[in-house]
């Protein structure tokens, strides 16, 4: 098992920035591609931002490339999401989740393990 926590939501003015942070603790971190989903109300969760294990790679949908930026922290056990220029449609419950899986994915049944989620409100 794998238990993630997210942490670093909150309410933002349009066009500000703000950071989530996922700890993960139980088995090996880096034997996990870590990734970013999202829900908006009345929406299916989408998938937001993976990376690899060793961090090297990172992958975006197209309507956050640009604005923001995950990273991780294998000494901390810990994943990023470095989220600029926020948008209110940017507004959902974000989660993070772990892979076993090495290629990238984007479907959130590909992911193993997923944290509680935590909330993001981008006002206008």
């Known amino acids: 098992q794998v238990q993630l926590v997210e942490s670093g939501g909150g309410l933002v003015q349009a066009g500000g920035s703000l950071r989530l942070s996922c700890a993960a603790s139980?088995?090996?971190?880096?034997?996990?591609?870590m990734g970013w989903f999202r829900q908006a109300p009345g929406k299916e969760r989408e998938f937001v931002a993976r990376i690899s294990r060793n961090g090297i790679n990172t992958y975006y949908t197209d309507v956050v490339r640009g604005r923001f930026t995950m990273s991780r922290d294998n000494a901390k056990n810990t994943v990023y999401l470095q989220m600029n220029s926020l948008k209110p449609e940017d507004t959902a419950v974000y989660y993070c989740?772990?892979?076993?899986?090495?290629?990238?994915?984007?479907?959130?049944?590909?992911?193993?393990?997923w944290g509680q989620g935590t909330q993001v409100t981008v006002s206008s």
């Open positions: 139980g088995r090996t971190f880096s034997n996990y591609a």
């Open positions: 989740a772990a892979t076993a899986l090495v290629g990238v994915t984007t479907l959130d049944r590909s992911y193993d393990f």
